[in-house]
């Protein structure tokens, strides 16, 4: 079973403002001649790097919800200039939606294992797909998502 990250999506509003980051990301890797990812960097680095490279993805928290999820494609740990470490996340291009699930604020990332995942929004069922993001969010908060 594979390894996930879940961490909270600050500046996003919405799945689509996070779509709107990762596309601008991915179109810049291209322009640099790399293959289309975005990335997100953070101070400490994963310890299980090896799980999470095995399948793993990052979670995004979006309003006090897990609501998207992004492959992770692989980790970069680097030095920069003020002498501290620090750990850039590679991700897919693909924002994949997930059934919305509630959860509480923290700093950081946190490990998430794969039986405590919420699942891809497009394996619930076909119509929760059309469904407005705030009704699926309301939906979920109610325990009926």
């Given at each position: 079973?594979?390894l996930h990250?879940?961490?909270l999506c600050?500046?996003?509003?919405?799945?689509?403002?996070?779509?709107?980051?990762?596309?601008?990301?991915?179109?810049?890797?291209?322009?640099?001649?790399?293959?289309p990812?975005?990335?997100?960097?953070?101070?400490?680095?994963?310890?299980?790097a090896?799980?999470?490279?095995?399948?793993?993805?990052l979670?995004?928290?979006?309003?006090g919800?897990v609501a998207?999820?992004?492959?992770?494609?692989?980790?970069?740990?680097?030095?920069g200039g003020?002498?501290?470490?620090?750990?850039k996340?590679?991700?897919?291009?693909?924002?994949?939606?997930t059934?919305?699930?509630?959860?509480?604020?923290?700093?950081?990332?946190?490990y998430?294992?794969?039986?405590?995942?919420?699942?891809?929004?497009?394996?619930?069922?076909?119509?929760?797909?059309?469904?407005?993001?705030?009704l699926?969010?309301?939906?979920?908060?109610?325990g009926?998502?």
């Amino acid at each position: 079973m594979a390894l996930h990250l879940i961490k909270l999506c600050v500046g996003a509003d919405s799945i689509d403002d996070l779509r709107e980051w990762v596309a601008e990301k991915s179109l810049t890797a291209m322009a640099a001649g790399l293959e289309p990812h975005s990335s997100h960097v953070t101070r400490m680095a994963p310890k299980r790097a090896a799980e999470l490279l095995d399948g793993g993805s990052l979670y995004w928290i979006i309003k006090g919800q897990v609501a998207a999820r992004q492959k992770l494609l692989d980790l970069s740990i680097s030095t920069g200039g003020d002498g501290i470490s620090r750990c850039k996340l590679i991700l897919g291009p693909e924002v994949i939606e997930t059934v919305p699930a509630p959860r509480r604020p923290f700093q950081g990332w946190r490990y998430l294992d794969a039986a405590s995942a919420p699942r891809d929004l497009s394996e619930a069922g076909s119509d929760l797909g059309a469904m407005p993001e705030d009704l699926k969010r309301e939906l979920a908060e109610l325990g009926l998502l």
